[in-house]
């Protein structure tokens, strides 16, 4: 799914955290798919740790965002600067990447009558195109609960767990890279040879940050 814009809402702060999420992608006609993702959170660096060996690690500094995406399987480390994410088009958001939506979003939603009842504030509506039903943190700033559907299929966020800071017996993304082999995403033109980087441009291609094309 394509990143949101950025807008003023993301220069306002989050709480730094650490939570993990259950994540279960349901296809039409297929079985279900579930791993176990985890978020920390803090105001320079946002990392997601994913199932399938992949991390991604956002960092922010005086040159915009960038991106180390670490392929443990492949033992590579991806490196997206700030200027290669421009040239692909990527306007990445910040409070998006460590809140997986905005608060421009929830402005778009129906807050529902019962959201007084409890923590979470319960909103729906419709996103670029999906149907959203979201069980909103407001002072985590995260959903305990976000479900997105769209004509084919729906994927359903549910927070499992959450600490303000790091737990010595949760994974750290990142940790143990120091021998895996690193490439610069801006030099994927010219290593068409290498089936690591024409797997990510295929997976670029279908996040929208790049045209495919046939090897």
Do not use: C
Request: no cysteine.
């Amino acid at each position: 799914m394509p990143l949101p814009a950025a807008s003023a809402a993301q220069v306002t702060a989050a709480p730094d955290l650490v939570a993990s999420y259950r994540v279960t992608w349901t296809a039409h006609g297929r079985a279900a798919q579930v791993q176990q993702w985890q978020l920390q959170r803090s105001a320079a660096e946002i990392s997601w740790i994913k199932g399938g060996g992949r991390e991604d690690i956002w960092r922010r500094d005086s040159s915009g965002i960038r991106l180390l995406r670490v392929l443990r399987n492949d033992r590579h480390l991806i490196d997206y600067s700030a200027g290669e994410l421009r040239t692909l088009g990527v306007q990445a958001d910040w409070q998006a990447l460590g809140s997986l939506l905005t608060e421009a979003d929830l402005a778009r939603l129906r807050r529902l009558p019962d959201a007084q009842r409890g923590a979470s504030r319960h909103y729906q509506g419709e996103l670029d195109g999906e149907w959203v039903d979201l069980r909103w943190d407001p002072v985590a700033r995260l959903p305990v609960q976000l479900m997105r559907r769209s004509k084919t299929g729906q994927v359903l966020y549910q927070r499992l767990a959450q600490r303000d800071s790091h737990a010595a017996n949760w994974p750290r993304a990142g940790a143990g890279t120091e021998d895996f082999q690193r490439l610069d995403a801006a030099d994927f033109g010219d290593m068409d040879y290498n089936p690591v980087v024409r797997r990510e441009e295929a997976r670029d291609a279908l996040a929208g940050w790049r045209v495919p094309h046939p090897h």
